[in-house]
């Protein structure tokens, strides 16, 4: 690991100011993908900012009817929370099919959706990633790719989003709110938040320089039945090769976005119209246009079967 300076933020305004100061900064919470990254030489921040002592560890009902989640709410407590449990299933459920117990007890909400990917040749850094890289190449187009994206991809990167939680927000259409490092916040809708790669595959989301997370907002529950599928090659601590985020009305009608497919959360909300006549018709619109490799064509017949296992349950 490579020397680096460290300091503790005091207020969310401060800490932007801070890192936008500081060139090669980064913020520092739980640090659980952060330190690994770290240890590997991937990420080699200068400056850590700690923004722990920000007080933003609060779930509050907004006037609208939602819930506002501070940044630096722990995955435990967020899934555990009788509010989400009771209104928003879905985000409980992909919380709690993520990592480890211990890795929920210390990973933040802002953390879970800054994590970055787990392409095993980001990873590698006796390979060329343009992630890790840019203008490196990307050892994945034509190398080992199983795990990896088949829609939303370019020539730059095929990797994808590791999370499940942020793909239950997409579907719940959550919005993150930040502060940028002259004081001015601003929300940016989930839909928004995560970039595919096209040629800049290193920059994972639209935050600007500086910016910090400071919660995400909730809007007014959706009612209906909540589900997180999610297929993966061992039942635990394992990252989805498909997820499925859904939630269905009595009618037939829902939501649905998809995880372990794309660079981002993955939902095409003019596919939905069709979940009333099943899995097959979502999917096909949902994953038109779509271009695996060889190795992960499986994926899109996966998504077909986990969303139809899902709307079984739903009628059932």
């Given amino acids: 690991m490579r020397p680096f300076t460290y300091s503790r933020a005091k207020s969310p305004a401060e800490a932007a100011a801070e890192a936008a100061s500081a060139p090669g900064a980064k913020f520092i919470a739980g640090g659980t993908n952060l330190l690994d990254l770290m240890k590997l030489e991937i990420e080699t921040p200068s400056h850590l900012i700690d923004v722990q002592d920000l007080k933003l560890d609060r779930i509050e009902p907004t006037a609208e009817g939602g819930l506002r989640i501070g ?7 967020l899934a555990a929370d009788a509010r989400v449990r009771r209104d928003y299933g879905v985000l409980s459920r992909a919380l709690l099919a993520g990592a480890s117990g211990q890795l929920r007890n210390k990973a933040t909400t802002a953390g879970n959706l800054l994590q970055r990917t787990r392409c095993p040749y980001f990873y590698d ?10 203008g490196s190449g990307c050892s994945a187009i034509g190398g080992f790719s199983r795990q990896l994206a088949v829609i939303g991809s370019s020539k730059a990167c095929i990797a994808t989003h590791p999370g499940d939680m942020a793909i239950a927000m997409r579907v719940l259409d959550a ?29 994972d989301t639209n935050l600007k320089a500086g910016e910090l997370i400071t919660a995400v907002t909730l809007p007014k529950p959706l009612g209906g039945k ?48 069709a979940m009333p006549q099943g899995a097959k018709a979502v999917t096909g619109a949902t994953f038109a246009g779509a271009a695996p490799t060889p190795e992960n064509a499986f994926k899109l017949t996966l998504a077909e079967r986990a969303l139809g296992a899902v709307l079984a349950q739903a009628r059932a």
């Fill in 71 to 77: 940044a630096l709410v722990r995955n435990t407590d």
């Fill in 226 to 273: 909540h589900f997180y599928h999610k297929e993966r090659d061992r039942a635990s601590y394992a990252f989805a090769l498909v997820s499925v985020a859904a939630v269905v009305q009595p009618d037939g009608r829902g939501r649905v976005a998809f995880g372990g497919v794309a660079h981002k959360p993955w939902r095409v909300e003019a596919a939905e119209a």
């Fill in 125 to 134: 850094t006796n390979q060329p990633c343009n992630k890790r890289q840019p």
């Fill in 175 to 203: 919005t993150v709110e930040t502060v940028d490092p002259k004081g001015q916040t601003r929300a940016i809708p989930m839909a928004d938040f995560h970039r595919l790669p096209g040629e800049t595959p290193h920059i």
